[in-house]
């Protein structure tokens, strides 16, 4: 689904959400060396790593188009809606550019999970249960959030490979139009 010999840069707002996306890329065949994991905010809790994204978001973009000219590489950005829709949070990050807004040609993909990154833990983890964009679901992860995230980012490259259902969550069916953007 990706091209295996880009560079990735993951652009988080915790550990969880790099950790998501690095282990759906490694399930995807791209190489430990080729991820570059930001660093995470000291201690970000509450709205303190979407804070920090935002703030952030300008200067990989600015650092990735000053290298895609002549590297392979890409932009993940993982970040929660929270309760906005999808469409807001990508609206936000968007106007942290000040009028450059991403292009279609560029590798910068918003990987944006409605409510949380656990609402995608629990529908990949357990398909067959029964998950909403409301319900927060932190809590039936709260003590192996970095266990879910390794499993749940190989089911994440399954889900993309399969086509869509009518009962996948919005956000999920949202972010296949993101994901297109890194081939």
């Given at each position: 689904?990706?091209?295996?010999?880009?560079?990735?840069?993951?652009?988080?707002?915790?550990?969880?959400?790099?950790?998501?996306?690095?282990?759906?890329?490694?399930?995807?065949?791209?190489?430990?060396?080729?991820?570059?994991?930001?660093?995470?905010?000291?201690?970000?809790?509450?709205?303190?790593?979407?804070?920090?994204?935002?703030?952030?978001?300008?200067?990989?973009?600015?650092?990735?188009?000053?290298?895609?000219?002549?590297?392979?590489?890409?932009?993940?950005?993982?970040?929660?809606?929270?309760?906005?829709?999808?469409?807001?949070?990508?609206?936000?990050?968007?106007?942290?550019?000040?009028?450059s807004s991403r292009q279609p040609t560029e590798?910068?993909?918003?990987?944006?999970?409605?409510?949380?990154?656990?609402?995608?833990?629990?529908?990949?983890?357990?398909?067959?249960?029964?998950?909403?964009?409301?319900?927060?679901?932190?809590?039936?992860?709260?003590?192996?959030?970095?266990?879910?995230?390794?499993?749940?980012?190989?089911?994440?490259?399954?889900?993309?490979?399969?086509?869509?259902?009518?009962?996948?969550?919005?956000?999920?069916?949202?972010?296949?139009?993101?994901?297109?953007?890194?081939?």
């Open positions: 689904m990706v091209a295996p010999d880009l560079r990735f840069i993951i652009l988080g707002e915790d550990h969880a959400h790099v950790n998501f996306v690095r282990r759906w890329l490694l399930s995807e065949g791209v190489g430990a060396r080729q991820i570059m994991p930001r660093k995470v905010a000291a201690g970000a809790t509450g709205d303190g790593g979407e804070k920090y994204v935002r703030q952030q978001f300008p200067a990989e973009v600015q650092y990735y188009r000053a290298k895609a000219n002549h590297q392979r590489i890409a932009l993940i950005v993982a970040i929660d809606a929270d309760l906005d829709s999808v469409a807001r949070r990508q609206r936000q990050l968007d106007e942290t550019l000040d009028g590798r910068i993909a918003l990987v944006v999970p409605r409510r949380n990154i656990e609402t995608w833990l629990a529908i990949l983890l357990s398909p067959n249960t029964d998950v909403d964009e409301d319900t927060d679901f932190k809590h039936r992860f709260r003590d192996r959030a970095a266990e879910a995230c390794a499993n749940a980012g190989p089911c994440f490259a399954e889900f993309l490979r399969r086509r869509p259902q009518p009962g996948d969550l919005p956000s999920l069916t949202a972010v296949r139009a993101e994901i297109a953007r890194l081939t």
